[in-house]
């Protein structure tokens, strides 16, 4: 499954952060350290879900996303892109 992501940049780098899982985010220096850094916290924040007995929202489509008014704001400016969630299912 891949998530929808909304990637910002500030003076200090990267932001990312995940409309269908409000609260996660991750950051880094460059795109592609936020990128894998954004990963990393998708797959600890679900886990984390799992564990508490929640359900994982299925991803919503960029299209649903950028439809949804109520995340008109937090959308400006950002790009877009796609995050893999990457669980560890053990060897």
């Given at each position: 499954m891949?998530y929808?992501s909304?990637i910002?940049r500030d ?11 409000p609260?996660c ?6 795109v ?6 954004g990963?990393?916290?998708l797959a600890?924040?679900v ?9 994982i ?5 960029i ?22 969630l ?6």
């Amino acid at each position: 499954m891949r998530y929808v992501s909304f990637i910002h940049r500030d003076d200090a780098g990267y932001g990312v952060s995940f409309p269908d899982f409000p609260g996660c985010v991750a950051v880094g220096e460059t795109v592609e350290a936020a990128l894998r850094h954004g990963c990393e916290a998708l797959a600890f924040h679900v886990e984390g879900l799992l564990k508490g007995g929640d359900l994982i929202p299925p991803p919503r489509s960029i299209d649903a996303i950028k439809g949804d008014t109520e995340l008109a704001d937090w959308r400006r400016g950002a790009d877009i892109v796609l995050i893999p969630l990457l669980l560890d299912r053990g060897s």
